[in-house]
């Protein structure tokens, strides 16, 4: 029987004979959009890690690390979704950031439930409005565009302010006044008729301090420092006091002071421990000038005997009856802690006399030649030395407020440039941060200092602060927690101890209270497939730190507000208690204790640390002695944040969240450095601070603009190879990317542009290379803004558009094609003597008998 030819539909066939065999995938254009969210990752939660399955990790609308999508991942334009939250003065232009920050109260614990997202109407996009007013700043958002017009690149060109001058004439306000300076209480802190000899600040050295017995190393007299920290594990050389190895009356601790001093006070302390609890009750002390005789402090016609401490943090002072004078005292405890053993941590005030012998005694002198208000500034008068200031050179500075404290008291920042109040075109701008934690003092004063000294110098004609000025716009914000500050400055230098004003008036502490942007970019790190779905840089804020009832300070949201309207290139946060320069990241992967965890700026980072800490006269000294339980010095004075203790702080949130480059500088051993040690601390630390600005301006910086119009491109994407994380230009189209010295192969890219890309080499020089770049627009683009204006399309463009789609069209038949071939093949099956063929996608069934 002659063959029998049967022709069948390929679905047909496929559905009725094969079943299991499926169609061949047919080809779709992809409806998505880019958005700068880019949606994260929804992959199976099943594919997390441990970190991944964490509750509060896992349920961020921003990043989409739980299998459910975000409701804000929906088509949103990268150039509308990357102007993030943006807090603006009334009448700017700029456009706001798609994460609003909501003042309130945040004493409230911080629920699960999220805030429900603003919903766009179909076809268009919004952008998210306010519905709380800030106090300082306005929060109207208008209409982001793609491109702002702008001058050419000149010095010229400048952008509106964002925060409103502050008129420092005005009186505080009354009900402020009442709450902060109560007036049953005294503002001012305990006068001492001398300073201390230095224990705490490790003036005295180690050699200095002996005594009768001691339990082990760890617990020997070199410890007994007033606020010395002990190490995580009692046992370990780095204990928190000296404590004697018997318990009687007959043990002592003394000072040798190395001249003769009028000595008039002594400040005790119990010992600081997280698992013992050591304190002395009350004390004698005794006075020498040879170690061989003694003679006691009387009352009258008695030893006197001094109330020690009731816990072991608190510091106690004793004022002697009668100063005495001598060169050596000791300390003689008489009862302790019925349940503890005898500790102590002390510090020694006295008035060192001047040595007769000494024909040269200028030689001696410690401190500066600068004229500045070498003391410590409440809040009134923190306000009129930089009102003193502002007068003295009103040209080159302007004082704003970013906000308010808990209290209501107002975060002023002092702004340095030869165009206060303006962005200028391709001008860095830099900020120092201090104050975070009222009771670290000496970065506050560090700044007033500076401001005046740049004001002086700039007046004298100075070359290298009129650069700097000129070249520079310079933010600096004395005070970050100064409701904390009042409540350290209140007690005094000697008395607050540890960490009496650390917090925020709600008890926050503004360190750790910053967004954990690190946890976000690591889940989706872990949980996607495709990396290039990937963002590294502008991660957005999640929700549920915006919400209402979320524990974010003012303070903090303050902050966040300002860092995100002014585009900051390098950032320094001014801390205190040790000596050692941290950088990113801060936080370890993982919550581990420790663990080395760079970003992908590494080496600039290290740079930055080593800059601060090489100039620095106490950190650059080899033979100065650890602070409390870290001995800094085998790391050259810098560390890895994450490798010292894990927190999500301030430094990784301006990395991760903003362009600016951010490190933490402990500037020294002692939080609230005596003002006698003020033109000291200000020696060892000038030269750090100018030379640390001065690295804003390495790297590479410039314009990106229009190829037609000019016009600078705002949101553009600057991406340098083999680096990990990219930053974006600046509302006028600026940009500046810090790198050290070499040669980078840098690409721009833009929404409705065409990428560019260049080869730009950083030199050693301190000034950045210009690499500026010239976008041509997408014809899509160009035809989006012509039909906008209602003009009629060029006839070029016609032609271009035509090319472009007779491309796509033949593309994607090549494609079809292709794919039709690689499916086709033939199937031969013997059944009987039977042979079927196979043919996709019409086939043929071939029977034969």
Request: with cysteine; net charge neutral.
């Amino acid at each position: 029987m002659a063959p029998t030819v049967i022709l069948l539909p390929l679905l047909t066939f496929i559905a009725v004979l094969v079943g299991g065999v499926t169609a061949s995938p047919s080809l779709k254009k992809s409806a998505s959009t880019v958005s700068h969210n880019l949606n994260y990752t929804q992959a199976s939660s099943a594919t997390g890690s441990g970190r991944a399955r964490i509750k509060h990790r896992t349920t961020s609308a921003y990043g989409n690390i739980s299998p459910k999508a975000s409701r804000f991942s929906k088509a949103v334009k990268p150039t509308e979704a990357t102007t993030r939250a943006l807090k603006l003065t009334e009448g700017s232009t700029k456009p706001l950031r798609d994460t609003t920050f909501k003042p309130t109260p945040a004493t409230k614990a911080p629920k699960r439930t999220t805030v429900k997202p603003f919903e766009s109407s179909k076809g268009a996009t919004k952008t998210l409005k306010p519905t709380v007013k800030w106090t300082e700043v306005s929060t109207k958002a208008l209409k982001p565009t793609t491109v702002k017009p702008t001058l050419p690149y000149t010095k010229t060109t400048t952008t509106t302010v964002r925060f409103s001058t502050e008129d420092l004439n005005e009186n505080i306000d009354k009900n402020v006044e009442r709450r902060v300076w109560n007036t049953k209480q005294s503002e001012e802190p305990p006068v001492f008729e001398c300073p201390p000899l230095g224990l705490e600040s490790l003036k005295v050295k180690d050699s200095q301090i002996q005594a009768s017995s001691y339990k082990r190393m760890g617990l020997g007299p070199h410890r007994g420092r007033l606020n010395i920290q002990s190490g995580v594990e009692d046992g370990d050389i780095y204990d928190g006091a000296w404590c004697a190895q018997y318990e009687d009356q007959n043990q002592w601790v003394q000072i040798d002071a190395k001249k003769l001093t009028r000595f008039t006070a002594v400040i005790l302390q119990g010992r600081g421990s997280i698992w013992s609890l050591d304190y002395v009750e009350t004390f004698k002390v005794q006075v020498s000038n040879d170690t061989i005789k003694w003679k006691p402090c009387m009352n009258g016609t008695e030893e006197a005997v001094f109330e020690g401490n009731k816990d072991s943090d608190t510091p106690v002072l004793a004022i002697l009856p009668k100063p005495a004078v001598a060169q050596y005292i000791r300390i003689n405890p008489q009862t302790w802690f019925k349940n503890g053993t005898i500790c102590l941590r002390a510090e020694i005030m006295g008035c060192e006399l001047p040595d007769p012998n000494n024909i040269y005694p200028w030689q001696a002198e410690e401190g500066t030649k600068d004229k500045l208000d070498f003391r410590h500034h409440n809040y009134k008068e923190m306000r009129k030395l930089m009102k003193s200031v502002n007068e003295m050179c009103p040209d080159i500075t302007r004082i704003y407020s970013i906000g308010k404290s808990y209290m209501g008291l107002k975060l002023y920042v002092m702004e340095i440039s030869d165009n206060p109040g303006k962005h200028e075109l391709g001008e860095p701008e830099f900020r120092y941060v201090a104050g975070m934690h009222g009771n670290e003092v000496l970065g506050r004063e560090l700044l007033l200092n500076l401001m005046e000294y740049i004001c002086q110098e700039y007046k004298r004609g100075n070359e290298r602060i009129v650069h700097l000025v000129k070249e520079t716009r310079i933010h600096l914000l004395p005070s970050m927690n100064p409701d904390g500050y009042e409540m350290a400055y209140k007690k005094g230098s000697e008395l607050s101890g540890w960490s009496l004003g650390r917090f925020s008036y709600e008890g926050i502490d503004m360190n750790h209270n910053f967004a954990d942007l690190n946890t976000i970019m690591w889940d989706a790190i872990e949980l996607e497939t495709d990396k290039s779905k990937l963002i590294n840089h502008y991660f957005p804020i999640p929700e549920y730190y915006t919400s209402e009832d979320a524990m974010v300070a003012p303070e903090t949201r303050a902050v966040i507000s300002w860092m995100q309207t002014i585009p900051f290139v390098l950032s320094a946060n001014l801390h205190g208690g040790e000596l050692v320069v941290t950088y990113p990241f801060d936080m370890t992967k993982d919550w581990a204790p420790r663990e080395h965890t760079p970003t992908p700026d590494e080496s600039f980072f290290r740079w930055l640390a080593t800059v601060y800490a090489s100039t620095n006269h106490v950190m650059s000294n080899p033979d100065r002695r650890p602070c409390h339980n870290e001995d800094f010095l085998r790391y050259n004075n810098i560390i890895n944040g994450a490798n010292w203790h894990t927190v999500p702080g301030m430094n990784d949130f301006s990395y991760l969240h903003t362009n600016c480059f951010e490190v933490t500088v402990e500037l020294s051993c002692d939080k609230f450095p005596h003002a006698s040690e003020l033109p000291i601390e200000w020696e060892s630390n000038k030269e750090s601070l100018l030379v640390y600005m001065e690295q804003v301006h390495r790297g590479i910086k410039g314009v990106v603009k229009d190829k037609d119009t000019e016009a600078g491109i705002a949101d553009a994407i600057i991406k340098v190879d083999d680096i990990d994380h990219h930053i974006r230009s600046a509302f006028d189209g600026d940009f500046w990317r810090l790198l050290n010295p070499g040669n980078y192969d840098v690409t721009v890219t833009a929404e409705g542009y065409f990428p560019a890309t260049r080869s730009c080499r950083v030199e050693y020089e301190h000034y950045p290379t210009i690499c500026d770049f010239h976008l041509t627009k997408t014809p899509k683009q160009r035809l989006r803004e012509i039909l906008a204006k209602g003009g009629k399309i060029p006839k070029d463009l016609q032609l271009r558009l035509r090319q472009l789609r007779i491309r796509k069209l033949r593309a994607s038949t090549k494609l079809i094609n292709q794919r039709r071939a690689s499916q086709q093949h033939r199937l031969w099956l013997s059944t009987d003597g039977a042979e079927v063929l196979w043919e996709i996608p019409t086939m043929y069934i071939v029977i034969e008998k």
